[in-house]
Every structure is written in structure tokens, then in C-alpha cells.
């Protein structure tokens, strides 16, 4: 049977990962490792030296395993490829509450569990969402489904793995799914002083930069326009990588 990891970085008791784990409950066995408590903006930020307690949670879903983590995503990705779940065929992060684009990419505790599954020699996708309003869209659902089944059954190119973003839909029809770069942004990083020796770091949002070409399909401008962004990430610098026969067939498998 095809094992199936799912992780996060909003914690175990996110809709999101629950949604996720929903969607692709009948390709396999399904487990959820991931942080017991929010997480965000740690990329792939792994604890050295410490140990780090493992518990197991209740399932919300038959047959579906969940276990939290004191640490980070991508501590909880190797606990559960090294402990917890050995050996998966595919590990799943997300339904992130909020869009992983652009710059965000490298910061992202979402994208960052993919990113170490994949150092790992796992084939990983990363989802994301503008909000949680959408999340429980059977069409969404159906089209998660739709592409976890189509990478599970054939190669995706070694050191890559996929970035994909959902539009607030609500209880529409999705929109296409296409296939996208990603766009190039400013990342305003801003500080908050609460006392006189105590701030807070704020990101603000991706600020686009101008492109010389408007018709250039960028993650931003796709789900700006209620369409759903796939972008192929090469593993070692998160740059695009190009691969025709990979995103034809996951994009047909997605659009149908």
C-alpha cells in the first residue's frame, strides 16, 4: 500500500491539514506528523542538539494516524521519515492558511518541509491557500486528489518539488490550474518595538516589482486572477525548473 506523509506548519489542529489529508485519504495509508504548535516563517529550520517530544493525537479521520511534534516542520518531516513513517512514497505539506508566492517561498515553514522531504529523496508538494474559506471545496479536494495520484504514479525530476497555490473560491468551481514562475517581489521586513528591550519582526505583503513582459505567467498575477498556480521548484536554490512532460501531465491531471 502507498504510504502517504503529511505535515504542515500551522500545527496539528489546523483545518488545513485536515483538509489535506481528506482529500488524499484513499490513495493510501495516510499519516500527519507535524508541529504541535503554529510554526510559521521557520522555512526549514531544523533543531540540533535537543531532543524533542513526539505525541500521539486524535484522529479525526478513520484509519489516519496524527502525531505532533515540539519543533519545527521540517523537524517533524524527518521524524516522521525517519521514525514514524518509513519510507513514504510522497510527503504532503500543507494546506497553508494564507499564499506561499514569490519571496515568501523562503521563509515558509510550508514550503520548507517540502523542501527537506526532498533532500530526503522524497517526491513533495507543498499547497497553500489564500484562506481557509476554501479548503473545504469538493472541487479543490478533487483536484488535490488528482495531482498527488498523478505524482505518485510517475518520476518528477530528481531535486525538485511542487509549489501550489489555490484562489479563494469558496463554493465555485475552481479555476484552471497553470503552470507558473515565480514572481519577482520586494519582501518588506518591518519591526514593532513593544518595550525597551522587546520587538516584533512584521512581514509585510509581497510588493511586486515591474516586469518587462505583462504577459508573464507569475505565481502572483495567476492567483490574483482566480487561477491556481503550480510551479516546479528546483530543490537546491528554489528557482523554476522547466520540465514539459512533468507539468503536461500534471496539469492534465489537475484540469479535467
Request: glycine fraction near 6%; charged fraction near 20%; aromatic fraction near 4%.
Given at each position: ?80 521519515l ?65 495531482i ?14 511542487l ?7 469558496k ?74 512532460n ?11
Open positions: 500500500m502507498m504510504k502517504i506523509l503529511i505535515t504542515n506548519d500551522d500545527g496539528v489542529e489546523s483545518e488545513g491539514i485536515w483538509a489535506l489529508a481528506r482529500s488524499v485519504v484513499n490513495l493510501g495509508k495516510v499519516t500527519i506528523v507535524a508541529p504541535k504548535y503554529n510554526k510559521s516563517g521557520t522555512s526549514g529550520s531544523i533543531t540540533f542538539l535537543k531532543s524533542l517530544e513526539v505525541e500521539k493525537q486524535k484522529n479525526r479521520i478513520k484509519g489516519v494516524e496524527c502525531f505532533s511534534v515540539e519543533g519545527t516542520p521540517a523537524d517533524s518531516v524527518i521524524i516522521g525517519k521514525e514514524i513513517c518509513k519510507n513514504p512514497t510522497i510527503v504532503l505539506s500543507g494546506i497553508n492558511n494564507g499564499y506561499n508566492l514569490s519571496r515568501n517561498i523562503m521563509i515558509s515553514g510550508t514550503i520548507g518541509a517540502a523542501m527537506i522531504a526532498n533532500t530526503q529523496g522524497k517526491k513533495s508538494i507543498a499547497f497553500s491557500s489564500e484562506s481557509f474559506e476554501s479548503i473545504h471545496n469538493h472541487h479543490l479536494e478533487m483536484m488535490i486528489n488528482r498527488v495520484k498523478e505524482c505518485i504514479s510517475e518520476n518528477i525530476p530528481n531535486e525538485t518539488f509549489n501550489i497555490n489555490f484562489p479563494n473560491v463554493d465555485e468551481k475552481i479555476g484552471h490550474a497553470i503552470e507558473t514562475t515565480p514572481e519577482n517581489s520586494n519582501l518588506s521586513i518591518t519591526t514593532d518595538q513593544v518595550s525597551k528591550n522587546e520587538y516584533k519582526i512584521l512581514l509585510s505583503q509581497l510588493q511586486s516589482q515591474k516586469s518587462n513582459n505583462s504577459k508573464d505567467k507569475t505565481d502572483m498575477k495567476t492567483v490574483k486572477n482566480g487561477l491556481v498556480s503550480i510551479t516546479l521548484l528546483n530543490g537546491n536554490n528554489f528557482s523554476q525548473h522547466k520540465s514539459k512533468t507539468m503536461k501531465r500534471i496539469l492534465k491531471a489537475a484540469n479535467i
